[in-house]
């Protein structure tokens, strides 16, 4: 069993968790997942690792509250426990070498970005933030970027904080000012990453990207996670999570990712008239 130390909202749809995993905090690393089991009932579901601190044995994961077994986990409060929980698991973020990297988070996909930020910025890394959001309710992570950063480009869909604007736009002016960069590396929604990398193929920017999105099982056995990488065949949780970015087929993964999209919303479905009844009694 795996204790919750700490629960809080960091928007509407959003929970950040502590929880107190030793071995996991031990070697975890930026860019890696861990599996969790929240009950004996439930299903295993990859969630990449937000943050560990080793001395205190725990590791932070964030996640949105999208599906039956989110829901359920949302459900456990702190000095509860999570049934099973494995990891780290997956290829760390590449870091070492890097003087001048941009990281470009979009949604709860900043989650996975920060630690890599944070990591860069450890190392003596020059690292300029941008992250997107539909609108200013569901911004997360704001502070810590600053923190992470010498350079924080806040972008939403409507302007209600940051700028007006996508990722892209924010990329491509700091690119038009003259800025440098050794690597970009992205994580967020399918469609954003994609847009990101045309952008970077352009200007010829060695690019990186983080392919979460796709893991359902976490071990490569289902191969719910397979994509095609520079022609090859690969699995998101054993071959990655990340790689070079314009050799990813994304108009391939984006369509798998929508494959299961009825039946996952039937199970939240059948979730919410469960607690409805629960709460009833």
């Not at 095609?228 to 998101?236: C, D, E, L, R, S």
């Amino acid at each position: 069993m795996y204790r919750i130390i700490k629960k809080d909202s960091l928007n509407p749809t959003v929970t950040r968790m502590v929880v107190e995993a030793p071995l996991a905090a031990r070697r975890a690393q930026p860019g890696q997942f861990v599996i969790l089991r929240v009950d004996e009932e439930g299903e295993r579901i990859p969630l990449t690792i937000a943050g560990y601190d080793r001395q205190a044995g725990t590791v932070t994961i964030i996640y949105q509250i999208v599906g039956a077994t989110t829901m359920t986990l949302d459900r456990l409060k702190e000095g509860e426990a999570i049934r099973d929980l494995v990891g780290p698991l997956g290829t760390p973020t590449h870091t070492e070498g890097l003087r001048r990297v941009a990281v470009v988070g979009g949604g709860v996909g900043c989650a996975i970005a920060l630690p890599i930020a944070q990591k860069l910025h450890e190392e003596g890394a020059e690292v300029h933030a941008i992250v997107g959001f539909r609108n200013q309710e569901l911004v997360i992570l704001q502070e810590e970027f600053q923190a992470a950063s010498q350079r924080l480009e806040l972008m939403t869909d409507d302007g209600s904080a940051g700028r007006k604007g996508l990722v892209t736009n924010a990329l491509e002016e700091l690119i038009l000012a003259g800025e440098r960069y050794d690597q970009v590396i992205t994580i967020g929604p399918l469609v954003m990453m994609k847009f990101v990398c045309a952008l970077t193929r352009k200007y010829q920017i060695p690019t990186v990207v983080s392919m979460n999105p796709l893991m359902i099982d976490g071990t490569g056995m289902c191969g719910g996670c397979r994509l095609t990488v520079g022609g090859k065949v690969k699995f998101a949780c054993v071959d990655g999570p990340d790689f070079d970015g314009h050799q990813v087929d994304f108009d391939e993964a984006i369509a798998r990712s929508s494959a299961y999209r009825e039946e996952e919303t039937r199970a939240r479905e059948a979730h919410c008239n469960l607690f409805r009844k629960e709460a009833a009694l």
